[in-house]
Each structure stands twice: as C-alpha cells, then as structure tokens.
C-alpha cells in the first residue's frame, strides 16, 4: 500500500500531489483486476468440462449439466444431438444454445427390469430447451423423467416428442401445454393405468399418438377429446376394457393398432363406432374366436384389416360383403378349421393370408370362388385334401400351400384354377394323377421337397411352356 503523509503547514509541490492522485487511481484499477481475475478464476473452478463425442459437455460444482457445446458437425445426425448418461442426471437452464441442433436423443442404460424403481432419473429443468431455437424434436428413451415445476416453457417449435421406457405414471397434460403444436406424441412401454378425460387436451394438432405397452386398465370417456387432426392411434399390450364410446370423435383417425389390447371381458366391435375415416385397424392377439355375417359394415372403407393370431375357427359367409375396399387382409395364426365356400366371392386384394392355421383341414369345392388376389397365403396350414374345384373361379397371380400334409394331387383338385405360380413345396406329394392340371392355368409350378420320381408335364397336363421347379 502506498501511504501519502503530508503536514498540514506544509505544501508539497504540484508534481507531488499529482503524483499521489495518479498512485490512488492505480491502485483501484489494479485492485479490480484481481477481484474480476478472482471472479473469472472462481467460476472455472465451478465448472468441470470434458470433451466427448466432439462435444464439450460442462458441468458446475452441483453436478449439473450447464451447457452443451457442439465442437464439431460430426457430433450431430442429421441435426439430432445424442447423449448417453450413466445414471441419475440433471440439466440444468438454458444448457443447449447451439442453432444446429434440430433434435434431441437422450438415452439411460438399458434394463430389461419391468420395474419402474430400476430407471435412472432424467430431471430437466422448465427452460433446459429454450434457447434451441431450430429443435423440433425430442427423444428419452430409459429415464424416469422429472420436469422442474411439472412443465417445459413454451417450445412452440417442437413437433415430435417420444419417451419411451421412461416413468410416467400418468400423461402429463400440464406438461403438454408448452408443446401446443406437437404433431406426434409417444409414451410407448411406461406405467400409465389411466388415461383420464380431457388428458391431450393442449395438443389439438396431434396427428400421431403411441400409447403401447403401458397396461392401460382404463380409457376414460372423453379422454381423446379435441384431436380432431389424430390419424394414427397404438394402443398396442395394454388391458383396458373395451367400452363403446371410448374412441368417439376421432373422426379423422385412419389407422387403429389395438394388438393384445383388451381386459378379460376381450373385444367388442361396438367399440369401433364411429370412426368415419377409418382404413387400417390391427387387431390381433385378442381372443376373438368368431366372425359374423356384416361384422366390418360399420366402416365399409376398410381397407387393411388385420386379425392374427386370435382363436377364429371358421370364416362364414357374409362377413366381407360390406367391405368391398379390402386390399389387406390377415388371417394368420389363427384356428380357422372350415371356410365356408364363397366366403371371400367378390373380393379384389393384393394379400390374403392365411398362414399357420395349424387345423386338419379340407378345402371344399369353390371355397374361394369369385376371389381375386394377388397372393394366396395357405402354408402351414395342415391341409390334408383339396376337393375337386377347391380352387375354381379363383384368380390368383400367386398361390402358396408349401408345408402341409397333401400326398396326392388328383383329377381337378385345381378345375378352374387361373394363377401365374402355385408353390406344393414341402409336402408329402408322390403322385400326380395323370391330366391334373389339364383343366387349371398355371405357368409355374413349385414341387421342392417332394417325395416324387419324375417330372412329366404333358402326362400332367402342364403347357410346355409352364415352368416346374423342383429346387
């Protein structure tokens, strides 16, 4: 310190006293310098960064995350920004800034533990976002997910918002309200039981909603409320009762995933009312045992209709009459043990199958008479007798009855039968009765795996133009 003590008789010179006043004004500078050096020095000391996956990622002395930093392009996929935490992390304010980043995929280990108390906890805090200005999607995936005061502030950039294998317990519509223009939402494989009325009620542009794999018990009424734009809807491996009423006004919806979906009381058609837009349902693993004459009236634009792997045992009549717009239909994994002919007569799809209906089975006479497909599946099916014309008035450009239990083929098994392929692989065939296929249109003929001596097309009554493959 520099002391200046001058006698009050005395009077120093003016160079002195200048002197002094110039020392006094030094001193302070040089006494802000160090407290700003301190200042400066202290807060890197808060601060730990490290260099990862060409980002910087700092955190302060709490162990929160405050601020990522992309150092190179490369980071990035596709403008997606993803990190991989270890265990319980938070991120703290405003911790992502960089306008290249147009996503987020945050990821916690993996556990194969159906058990919520297993997952690490994500805790953001409301405005961890807010300064990514070009982010329109976010992605947590294994994370019981915390929001600092129950909501994000306003993202009204982010379109897209999936957590998948996180925490929630419930939808978390306070959440929603800083994400009014969200066109796809998902919260595949959480813990949510209820799904309460008015629940996406912030979203109105929703055009895509997941909600598969929560072992929902309950679907309020009125819970779909205001998404007037849905289009698609998964309600895949949950267990809620299917009341009528509970998907009224999803009157946009055109594709409906409801695998494996119901409680014991299982599948009521009543629930599909209303869905005036509808062309795509999958309903699968769902008990359903029957089809009844005009069960699909109710939406006759159907055109994917998908009911593997339930209990039907037989296909009576009338059941497609009213659903002429079928392109799909699914039928595989079933019991179906009879079809009644004509059930499928006036129908034009791409794929009808009937895959692994493992039933001792007849094919009777003009079971699919006045059908056009494009493809036949009926292997695995454990057909052990084609009766004649089983396949007449049938126009197929390909037909599939590999793997079942045929062991002769005889006269006019295929009378009226028009297809470019028709696969016998994988049976127990040793003998073609002579003129077989002499009144059927086949160009090629599959045989693999066929307990047959020769090839003879003309004692078949095969074309020689038609194609026999025995490999």
């Not at 005009?294 to 059941?319: C, E």
């Amino acid at each position: 310190m520099i002391y200046c003590n001058v006698s009050q008789s005395y009077q120093p010179p003016e160079s002195f006293q200048w002197c002094c006043t110039i020392s006094l004004r030094t001193m302070k500078l040089i006494i802000g310098i160090v407290f700003t050096s301190l200042a400066f020095s202290t807060h890197a000391q808060e601060e730990l960064c490290k260099i990862e996956k060409n980002l910087k990622i700092c955190e302060n002395s709490a162990g929160v995350i405050a601020h990522v930093t992309v150092e190179n392009p490369s980071a990035l996929n596709r403008g997606i920004l993803e990190m991989t935490f270890d265990g319980d992390t938070t991120i703290g304010s405003k911790a992502f800034s960089d306008p290249r980043v147009r996503g987020f995929l945050l990821e916690m280990p993996y556990t194969n533990q159906r058990n919520q108390s297993a997952l690490p906890t994500l805790t953001l805090h409301p405005d961890t976002f807010v300064e990514s200005s070009n982010m329109y999607r976010i992605f947590i995936m294994h994370a019981n997910v915390n929001v600092i005061g129950e909501s994000f502030s306003p993202m009204t950039q982010l379109t897209y918002l999936r957590f998948m294998h996180c925490g929630f317990t419930d939808v978390p519509t306070k959440m929603l309200e800083s994400t009014e223009n969200l066109t796809e939402l998902s919260f595949e494989n959480n813990y949510i039981r209820v799904i309460r009325s008015q629940a996406f009620a912030p979203v109105k542009l929703l055009r895509e909603l997941h909600l598969e794999g929560n072992g929902i018990e309950s679907l309020e009424l009125g819970c779909f409320d205001g998404l007037d734009h849905l289009k698609v809807l998964t309600l895949d491996q949950n267990h809620f009762s299917s009341t009528p009423g509970i998907l009224k006004g999803l009157n946009s919806l055109v594709r409906l995933n409801i695998d494996d979906a119901f409680d014991e009381n299982g599948f009521n058609i009543d629930i599909l009312q209303n869905l005036p837009a509808i062309s795509n349902i999958r309903m699968g693993f769902n008990n359903m045992t029957t089809l009844k004459p005009d069960m699909f009236s109710i939406f006759p634009q159907i055109r994917h209709l998908a009911l593997f792997g339930n209990h039907i045992t037989r296909i009576p009549k009338g059941v497609f009459d009213r659903a002429r717009s079928l392109f799909v239909i699914h039928l595989a994994r079933n019991d179906i043990g009879f079809i009644e002919p004509g059930a499928f007569s006036g129908l034009n799809v791409s794929l009808l199958n009937l895959l692994n209906n493992r039933v001792d089975k007849t094919i009777e006479t003009d079971t699919f008479s006045g059908l056009s497909v494009d493809r036949l599946q009926l292997d695995s099916n454990n057909i052990t007798e084609l009766k004649a014309g089983a396949f007449n008035a049938l126009s197929a450009q390909q037909i599939i009855l590999s793997w079942n239990k045929l062991t002769q083929i005889d006269v006019d098994d295929f009378l009226g039968l028009d297809t470019e392929e028709l696969d016998l692989s994988h049976n127990c065939i040793s003998s073609i009765a002579p003129n077989a296929f002499q009144n059927s249109k086949v160009k090629k003929l599959r045989l693999k795996g066929n307990p047959l001596d020769r090839v003879d097309k003309d004692k078949w009554g095969l074309p020689a133009s038609a194609e026999i493959s025995m490999l």
